[in-house]
């Protein structure tokens, strides 16, 4: 789940209700570092989640499996996500958050390290069954934690930073995965990501602070989001703006390889392009939901949707195609923030119980549009699958524009 950076959203939505764990009055570097390390993991976090997004051509020829077949790296990290999230948030909420983290961390650079060492497809799902769990209690529990490792009254600088290295998993962890897998081969780009893993697990045991939990997540706090009507439309619409754009995200590759004819130096490029775009996507995004949320939704769907439906159409075209592709990063960096957004100010007395609730619809949407989406590609084309993402995505809008009430900022 890649995520909005809560400096656009004032009240930070899923920050945890704590006292700072630094005594201290003023910021200094022991919090930058601190708080630069969890980043650091929340950057590896994204990068190993979408790295096959990325390397399903060569891993689909290497391990003899269609390319539908092979999006199944993005499909089993984010269904046990999504169920990992509510686990997480439940069973873990007593212990230590930097003991939580830690784990966390070893089980990715072990899911790294059997994606190295996979001797067949199998193997290779299995290992990024941890990458889920991992994801899960990183999305509940990790961007929770800035709040408390940053000494200032609104208590969102230190979720920003944490939230940059989300951004810049899309923007530069994928691309930079990519480009190794092209050169190296794509197990050396599981072996580069599970290394820079091991560093920042260093660094978190290192520099980051002890972080009691400070209240405890029960059962029965899980669907606390599900009691607000407009919270409810908000899961829905993450749901289908979420699924919608894994229809088509997770074949993005061979789309452009097969449809628009690039070569690995132009996908990976594209790759580029589009985390980039979504850099400033997530600032105008925050601006559009700090106005009105309904408008926010509404634009954000039809951005989404309508690059994919002209792919489809057009994707021959190189030039065209990068524009397009451009556009649609743009509106994806957008997504995540205006879907938090929603959410927030629909039950701001909810959100933080309700966090794991929110992390899961969006992985279960995530899970279901890229085996669906890997469905039609091996069936109908990729092709097709833009058309079914725009089609999806496009939903949301008119049930943003006419169920939509929520108040303003």
């Not at 799902?125 to 408390?148: D, H, N, S, Y």
């Not at 524009?323 to 929603?342: D, R």
Request: glycine content about 12%.
């Amino acid at each position: 789940m890649e995520a909005g950076l809560p400096s656009e959203v004032e009240e930070a939505p899923f920050a945890e209700t704590s006292t700072n764990t630094f005594a201290s009055g003023r910021i200094t570097l022991k919090h930058w570092l601190a708080v630069m390390s969890i980043a650091v993991v929340s950057f590896m976090m994204v990068t190993t989640e979408y790295l096959p997004v990325g390397l399903i051509p060569s891993m689909a020829a290497d391990l003899g499996v269609t390319h539908g077949v092979a999006g199944l790296t993005v499909t089993v990290p984010a269904l046990v996500a999504a169920f990992g999230a509510l686990l997480v948030s439940v069973l873990a909420s007593r212990f230590d958050r930097r003991i939580v983290l830690t784990g966390l961390t070893v089980m990715l650079v072990a899911a790294n390290a059997i994606a190295v060492l996979a001797p067949s497809f199998a193997v290779l799902v299995a290992g990024r069954v941890l990458v889920g769990v991992a994801l899960g209690g990183f999305w509940t529990i990790g961007i929770a934690v800035g709040p408390r490792l940053m000494p200032e009254p609104t208590g969102t600088r230190g979720t920003t930073v944490i939230f940059s290295g989300i951004s810049l998993g899309t923007i530069a962890g994928v691309p930079a995965g990519t480009l190794i897998g092209d050169l190296l081969g794509w197990r050396a780009a599981f072996g580069a990501a599970g290394a820079v893993t091991v560093v920042a697990l260093v660094a978190l045991a290192v520099f980051v602070p002890p972080l009691p939990a400070n209240h405890r997540t029960r059962w029965r706090d899980l669907p606390a989001l599900l009691s607000v009507s407009q919270a409810r439309l908000g899961l829905l619409l993450a749901a289908l703006t979420f699924g919608g754009v894994f229809f088509a995200y997770p074949y993005i590759a061979p789309f452009l390889a097969i449809v628009s004819g690039m070569g690995p130096a132009g996908i990976n490029v594209m790759l580029l392009v589009f985390g980039g775009a979504g850099f400033f996507g997530n600032i105008i995004g925050g601006w559009m939901a700090g106005r009105s949320n309904r408008l926010a939704m509404a634009v954000t769907s039809i951005t989404l949707a309508t690059p994919v439906f002209l792919l489809a159409a057009y994707g021959e075209s190189k030039a065209l195609t990068s524009l397009l592709v451009c556009i649609w990063g743009l509106a994806y960096g957008a997504l995540s923030i205006t879907c938090q957004s929603w959410v927030a100010r629909a039950a701001p007395g909810e959100i933080e119980r309700g966090a794991a609730l929110f992390v899961a619809t969006i992985e279960i949407a995530v899970a279901f549009g890229a085996w669906i989406g890997g469905e039609v590609v091996d069936t109908l084309g990729v092709a097709t699958t833009m058309i079914v993402s725009g089609a999806v995505v496009m939903l949301a809008t008119p049930l943003s524009l006419v169920f939509g009430r929520l108040p303003r900022r």
